[in-house]
T-cell receptor, first 113, second 114 residues
Framework: DGGITQSPKYLFRKEGQNVTLSCEQN?????MYWYRQDPGQGLRLIYY???????QKGDIAEGYSVSREKKESFPLTVTSAQKNPTAFYLC????????????FGQGTRLTVV | DQQVKQNSPSLSVQEGRISILNCDYT??????FLWYKKYPAEGPTFLIS?????DKNEDGRFTVFLNKSAKHLSLHIVPSQPGDSAVYFC?????????????FGTGTRLKVLA
């Protein structure tokens, strides 16, 4: 079955550490996205990539980094520069041309301890 | 400016009645609109969509209406069921300066009361 997989589901990080969240899709989609959701809040765009080896900052990119070396994979690194990283992180993918539904992973809940 | 707004953070409806969720957008360059449903600790799942060339799209109990002049869309759920209780996000897509954008609203939490 085609889909999008995020791992891990739960992640705990000590202050000052970098952590990387995994996102893999086998839908052959060109575009991939990372969103952050805080309690009672909507989805805020962190980074997006429309093609391999290219990515763009979203609305809240500070303290995050991404790479897109393969079409299937779009890992997100939460760096120590991110001042409030505790949140629910969602990865999504779409065909590049848009006008279509986005497929989401199940999310990763990151907690700073 | 490319924003999508859902001004009602929550809505409670009695089972069997109609639920109406609203969404406003700021830019007429958005040309495709979608609604997603999200349960806690899960990713959103697609519900229904509408192209800007239409003003209504229906799928079972779900109907989306688009008013382009008002830059407003709404999702109607009839009849509402307890299993519909979730957070609903609207999303708008379009090409801006050659870049395809996919923008979500902040969500409306629907509670259907049995």
């Amino acid at each position: 079955d085609g889909g999008i997989t995020q791992s891990p589901k739960y992640l705990f990080r000590k202050e000052g550490q970098n952590v990387t969240l995994s996102c893999e899709q086998n839908l052959n989609h060109d575009a991939m996205y990372w969103y952050r959701q805080d309690p009672g809040q909507g989805l805020r765009l962190i980074y997006y990539s429309q093609i391999v080896n290219d990515f763009q900052k979203g609305d809240i990119a500070e303290g995050y980094s991404v790479s897109r070396e393969k079409k299937e994979s779009f890992p997100l690194t939460v760096t120590s520069a991110q001042k409030n990283p505790t949140a629910f992180y969602l990865c999504a993918s779409t065909p590049r041309t848009g006008r279509t539904e986005a497929f989401f992973g199940q999310g990763t809940r990151l907690t700073v301890v | 400016d490319q924003q999508v707004k859902q001004n009602s953070p929550s809505l409670s409806v009695q089972e069997g009645r109609i639920s109406i969720l609203n969404c406003d957008y700021t830019n007429s360059m958005f040309d495709y609109f979608l609604w997603y449903k999200k349960y806690p600790a899960e990713g959103p799942t697609f519900l229904i969509s509408i192209s800007s060339i239409k003003d209504k799209n229906e799928d079972g109990r779900f109907t989306v209406f688009l008013n382009k002049s008002a830059k407003h869309l709404s999702l109607h759920i009839v009849p509402s069921q307890p299993g519909d209780s979730a957070v609903y996000f609207c999303a708008a897509t379009g090409i801006f300066s050659g870049t395809y954008k996919y923008i979500f609203g902040t969500g409306t939490r629907l509670k259907v009361l049995a």
